[in-house]
T-cell receptor, first 113, second 112 residues
């Protein structure tokens, strides 16, 4: 069965510090991968998605970037965090266009102080 | 432009009664709709979906209704249970689109 991992679970970082959040998927090949952010009291905002290694689509111009160095690994990064980057970050996967359903990881709570 | 809207940020329902969560969309290209349930500090979990070729899909206590002419869908939970207390997101997509567009969510509270 497929499993998605995210780490760390929680993170407190000062403004201006770098960020690296990692997401890995097990039990599937060539998944589509997604990064979402849920800000306090807000819905799910799609940040990036990837349909293959090295292929990244950005949805919202921001202080963040994403990379996909391996088929089942998706990384969210920032060189300098802003206060507005605080939120709950979620990674999700789906298998190509065979299905619309996306499956989410446990999330990372990021607090920028 | 919010293409998927959940106009009720919160809803309280007595245990055992029916919960009805609503969702409206504006993009007529959407042909597949999903509902997700989210507990605090956890990722959303897929609940139920419906294709635009149907107007109803049922799975146990959960039923989703789609009214294409009104661009409206709803999720019915019968009977409501305390474990149903969560935030519910509707989402939509269309053929060939790798992305889901989510609504802003409705927080459902089941009162014992």
């Amino acid at each position: 069965s497929q499993t998605i991992h995210q780490w760390p679970a929680t993170l407190v970082q000062p403004v201006g510090s770098p960020l690296s959040l990692e997401c890995t998927v097990e039990g599937t090949s060539n998944p589509n991968l997604y990064w979402y952010r849920q800000a306090a009291g807000r819905g799910l905002q799609l940040l990036f998605y990837s349909v293959g290694i090295g292929q990244i689509s950005s949805e919202v111009p921001q202080n963040l970037s994403a990379s996909r160095p391996q088929d089942r690994q998706f990384i969210l990064s920032s060189k300098k965090l802003l206060l507005s980057d605080s939120g709950f970050y979620l990674c999700a996967w789906t298998v190509g266009t065979a299905t619309y359903e996306q499956y989410f990881g446990p999330g990372t709570r990021l607090t920028v102080t | 432009d919010q293409q998927v809207k959940q106009n009720s940020p919160s809803l309280s329902v007595q245990e055992g009664r029916i919960s009805i969560l609503n969702c409206d969309y504006t993009n007529s290209m959407f042909d597949y709709f999903l509902w997700y349930k989210k507990y605090p500090a956890e990722g959303p979990t897929f609940l139920i979906s419906i294709s635009s070729i149907k107007d109803k899909n049922e799975d146990g206590r959960f039923t989703v209704f789609l009214n294409k002419s009104a661009k409206h869908l709803s999720l019915h939970i019968v009977p409501s249970q305390p474990g149903d207390s969560a935030v519910y997101f509707c989402a939509a997509s269309h053929f060939g689109n790798e992305k889901l567009t989510f609504g802003t969510g409705t927080r459902l509270t089941i009162i014992p």
